[in-house]
């Protein structure tokens, strides 16, 4: 249905009881190159991180990044002292962890390897 806002309820209410420790949770993100004459390739990205048990604050992002707390953090956070969700992260922080970039970043060398074969 496309609702975040429904999505992050019902995930907030799904692990209302799942204490601080057993709420870890990744970001997958798979892309695929494929070329005309049938050779292939995957790479993965992963972001690791945790559930909040509220929505926090963040004008960044969509889908679950107001709840999500990835393990990597940015430099800022980390000398203040805080973890911050994706959603309050600036986009340069959050894409230099995201998933997608870490897939996209290994994909460039990848093909160029593919291409060399």
Do not use: W
């Not at 959050?94 to 970043?105: D, E, T, V, W």
Request: hydrophobic share 35%; with cysteine; proline share 7%.
């Amino acid at each position: 249905h496309g609702d975040d806002e429904a999505n992050n309820d019902k995930l907030l209410e799904n692990m209302k009881d799942v204490p601080e420790g057993q709420r870890g949770a990744k970001f997958v993100s798979a892309v695929c190159f494929i070329l005309p004459d049938g050779r292939h390739l995957t790479c993965m990205g992963e972001c690791p991180g945790s559930i909040a048990f509220t929505r926090l604050c963040g004008d960044y992002g969509f889908g679950y990044d107001p709840l999500f707390v990835p393990d990597d953090q940015p430099t800022r956070a980390v000398e203040a002292g805080v973890r911050l969700t994706s959603a309050e992260m600036e986009p340069v922080e959050k894409n230099a962890i995201s998933h997608r970039g870490k897939a996209l970043r290994a994909l460039v060398p990848a093909v160029e390897a593919l291409l060399r074969q």
